[in-house]
């Protein structure tokens, strides 16, 4: 198989299209017209050196910061320089790459959280006491997310109060109570132990099976190749090269992106 | 009248500028926003007065006593306040700060007790006058002083051992830390420096008002908004900054009104923080 | 056990409310209505503060346009209570989007600025703008409310109608605060980016802390106009914005039952120490430092099983983002 060229060709499965997305910032051209195709039910990697602008594509893609050029179309749906929570609203969840759970909330408030877009009651019936039945049916399925993640033993702990894995665990079920279409990842697996990266992998491998599409940004390459359908690699912003696993593993500009001009594809360090 | 207004307005606003560069110091050394900075500069006048008075030391002594008094009750606020709550709730500091606010303004009241006082003048006594200007030589001194006193700060920040710790504890506090710098040193000292700039501040002013227990939460609030509108956290925007609601206070009351002064001072400060929020001197990082 | 002994502090508590004012003398009395209306005020504070987590000095500015508002509608139209309060609600929860606006766009000191500029801005023109609001003279003669031939001229009436608000306020407010809308303002506070990622709706969810939490205090001016049928400038200055966010840090912040017993403690101890008299401002900044220091959760996480770290700041430990 040929790696594919930036011109893609388009599937009628994608889930996520982005076209010539850009962010600058003063004279630093952070992101510079980039192009995603990501398809239904696939985990799609994102990856590429330090400062290659990952981070920013998803917060782009997030609604965190806005374009200054570009477009960003969710299941067919206009999505760039909308706000963060329409963007929500319309199917997109992410986690962060600094964990960000609400700190002085319970383990299950935090996901409750996801939830808020559907709530299915008002504030009238919040002061009328009519939304009771609701809340127990949400508390309900915030606690099957939990078990799904494999937290639910802590769920009214406070939420820094668990470890540094099992927050990023938190994040996901949060992520998940959205019942997005897609999902973000900005490097879930960073500061891990091996046993903790595994368990998140598995994780990933079963919302993927249960027809969820993820937008993976990771370092770690193993995963990255193990797990993911396509990738797309980033260099000082712009795209280099989109692909199955094994051809982006063979791509030369990949391999000088990540190791610097001088290394051929001869030299194999353990970097990659 | 305006050169007027102006030069007087950089008197009062230089005063501001030294207690908004104190509060800015310790905000940033410890991310403390301290309520009670205007007392330490309202104590220092006391300190001062009682010292001359009460004990009939020579002026300049008595001065240089309330200083240091208030340089080691920064430090004292440091070590016994400050630090414990160190991983405290941002709140928590703040309700502390604002205690401290009312016990010392309170303390104050019961040491010295309620009535406004004289403090005489030291610095020359004839009104000087220039260019259709009068102003005491007292109030010119002010803007000398702090003129020089800022000099002098930024010479210490750029090329003293001290002054580049404490720049570098603002920056990074871990990493200053790793380099080997003893951050519960530079810290005690940045407070104790901070505290003593608001007494350097009632000092000088002190020959010009009537010195009143209760002038602290007044100076105060003018500092903090002289510190927020010249660019929270940076001392350049202090500066700047107080010499500007200085003046800006004098053009409001006269031009304006003298009713509406405050009103239109704070309605100004809005209007700043709605559409330059980083201030007029932003920190750069 | 734990919900046991918190259930029997809270109904000890309700038979005390209730029953012990019916042998207050009159002064006494007179207190217990202006910790109610105070109560009222730290639950609004709290609201915004506690639960939404953002800092305001400027409280004592809602509770002057409630006040003023009752007042003027009360001796100028006539009006009768009901529309008297209806009125300061309204025109208060208003005010709210004031400084709603601001709050979009700034956090943290900024926004804690704005809140100090708005109560100063308040009180100076209520000192200034004599054709509203009389000026330093204030308004006088604001009737106490009348139904039908009735009217409330007791202490002790007046005191009961104070305290069924009280109660309705916090029953209302602990329905919102245990429901989404309540999550979300909590997200908003401990992480606004994310809790937009989440789909929180930052901007409603602002609004909505700013007119609930203003149209309470505009509850709590009304109340306070028809009790001491005079008003003037002088009670709603940056000292009074203060005392309510001790009260509010002091009873435990994020908690409801905190803001009513910072309420009580706040506002009854200067009775109680009244031998200390001058001293008292003296002891209280000391007390508020050392509360600080030793037990910043407030007065409510010393009951034990109150609904603690989950809500309020844990004792000590910070949350740093």
């Known amino acids: 198989m040929t790696a594919l060229t930036k011109e893609s060709v388009l599937f009628e499965s994608d889930l996520m299209q982005v076209r010539g997305l850009t962010k600058r910032f003063g004279g630093l051209t952070a992101v510079d017209n980039v192009d995603l195709n990501i398809s239904t039910g696939q985990i799609h990697g994102l990856i590429g050196p330090n400062g290659s602008g990952k981070t920013t594509c998803i917060n782009l893609l997030s609604g965190v910061l806005r374009p200054d050029e570009g477009s960003i179309l969710l299941d067919g749906r206009e999505l760039a320089n909308k706000p963060t929570h329409t963007i929500a609203g319309a199917g997109l969840a992410r986690t962060f790459q600094n964990i960000r759970v609400f700190g002085r909330m319970s383990v299950l408030e935090n996901v409750l959280i996801g939830f808020n877009q559907s709530l299915g009651y008002s504030l009238l019936d919040v002061l009328t006491l009519r939304n009771l039945k609701a809340e127990r049916k949400l508390r309900e399925e915030a606690m099957s997310l939990l078990s799904f993640v494999g937290i639910e033993d802590k769920s009214s702990a406070l939420a820094t109060s668990l470890s540094y894995g099992e927050q990023r665990l938190i994040e996901i079920a949060r992520a998940l109570a959205l019942k997005p279409c897609i999902l973000l990842l900005d490097e879930p697996l960073v500061g891990m132990n091996p046993t903790e990266v595994d368990r998140v992998v598995v994780l990933l491998k079963r919302m993927r099976d249960q027809g969820l599409t993820m937008l993976l940004v990771e370092h770690k390459m193993r995963v990255v190749m193990s797990i993911c359908d396509q990738i797309t690699v980033l260099n000082f912003g712009r795209h280099v090269a989109s692909g199955c696993p094994d051809d982006i593993r063979a791509n030369p500009e990949v391999i000088s992106a990540y190791l610097g001009e001088s290394h051929g594809i001869r030299k194999r360090t353990a970097k990659s | 009248m305006f050169l007027q207004l102006s030069i007087s307005g950089l008197a009062m606003g230089a005063l501001y500028s030294l207690v908004a560069l104190g509060f800015v110091m310790m905000w940033n050394t410890a991310a403390v926003v301290n309520f009670a900075q205007g007392e330490f500069a309202m104590l220092s006048m006391f300190f001062a007065l009682s010292a001359h008075v009460a ?36 709140l928590t500091v703040i309700m502390m700060t604002i205690g401290l606010q009312i016990f010392l303004s309170n303390g104050a009241k019961f040491v010295w007790g309620t009535q406004p006082e004289v403090f005489p003048t030291y610095i020359g006594g004839e009104t000087l006058s220039f260019l259709n200007v009068r102003m005491s030589s007292q109030a010119l001194a002010v803007i000398g002083v702090v003129s020089v006193l800022a000099l002098v700060l930024h010479w210490l920040s750029q090329r003293t051992a001290l002054g580049k710790s404490l720049r570098a504890v603002a920056q990074d506090r871990e990493t200053a830390a790793l380099m080997g710098i003893r951050i519960d040193r530079v810290v ?7 505290a003593a700039l608001a007494g350097i501040a009632g000092v000088l002013m002190a020959p010009l008002v009537f010195v009143a227990a209760d002038l602290g939460l007044p100076l105060l609030i003018k500092s903090f908004i002289a510190a927020v509108v010249g660019g929270f956290g940076s001392y350049p925007g202090a500066l700047i900054g107080g010499l500007l609601i200085g003046v800006l206070d004098n053009y409001v009351g006269f031009y304006i009104s003298s009713d509406y002064r405050d009103v239109v001072l704070f309605t100004v400060l809005i209007v700043i923080l709605l559409f330059r929020p980083q201030g007029l001197f932003p920190k750069h990082r | ?6 259930s029997v502090v809270v109904a000890t508590l309700i038979l005390v409310a209730i029953f012990v004012p019916m042998t207050l003398s009159s002064y006494q009395l007179q207190i217990a209505v202006m910790v109610g209306i105070f109560a009222l005020l730290a639950l609004s504070l709290n609201l915004l503060s506690g639960y939404a987590g953002m800092i305001s000095l400027g409280h004592a500015g809602f509770f002057l346009i409630g006040s003023y508002v009752s007042a003027i509608l009360a001796t100028r139209y006539g009006v009768s209570f009901g529309v008297s309060l209806v009125g300061a609600v309204a025109v208060t929860a208003l005010s709210g989007l004031l400084l709603a606006v601001p709050a979009m766009k700034l956090s943290g000191h900024f926004l804690a600025v704005i809140t100090i500029a708005f109560g100063l801005i308040l009180h100076l023109l209520a000192i200034n703008l004599e054709f509203i609001t009389n000026g330093v003279s204030g308004i006088s003669g604001i009737a106490r409310p009348r139904f039908g031939s009735w009217v409330m001229s007791s202490d002790l009436s007046y005191y009961f109608m104070v305290l069924g608000f009280v109660a309705t306020v916090a029953l209302l407010m602990a329905a919102y605060v245990r429901s ?21 709706n930052i901007t409603v969810a602002k609004i909505h802390v700013f007119v609930i939490s203003a149209g309470i205090a505009g509850l709590a001016g009304c109340l306070y106009a028809h009790y001491v049928r005079y008003i003037n400038p002088e009670s709603f200055t940056i000292d009074i914005s203060i005392r309510i966010l001790i009260m509010v840090v002091v009873g435990g912040i994020g908690s409801i039952w905190g803001s009513i017993i910072g309420a009580f403690v706040v506002y009854v101890l200067p009775e109680a120490l009244r031998i200390l008299n001058d001293y008292y401002y003296l002891v209280f900044g000391f007390v508020v430092i050392l509360l600080m220091m030793v037990l910043p959760g407030g007065i409510v996480s010393l009951i034990p099983g109150s609904s603690k770290t989950v809500n309020n700041i844990s004792a000590g430990r910070g949350y740093r983002p």
């Open chain 3, 1 to 6: 056990m734990k919900n046991i002994s918190f």
């Open chain 2, 188 to 194: 005690s000292a940045g407070f104790a420096i901070s």
């Open chain 2, 55 to 90: 004990f009939g030391l020579n002026i300049w002594l008595a001065i240089a006593i309330a200083i240091t008094a208030t340089a080691f009750l920064g430090y004292l606020f440091e070590r016994g306040l400050v630090r414990p709550l160190r991983d405290a709730d941002p």
């Open chain 3, 180 to 200: 989404g809308y309540g999550r979300a303002l909590r997200a908003l506070r401990d992480d606004e980016l994310a809790a937009g990622c989440m789909g929180v």
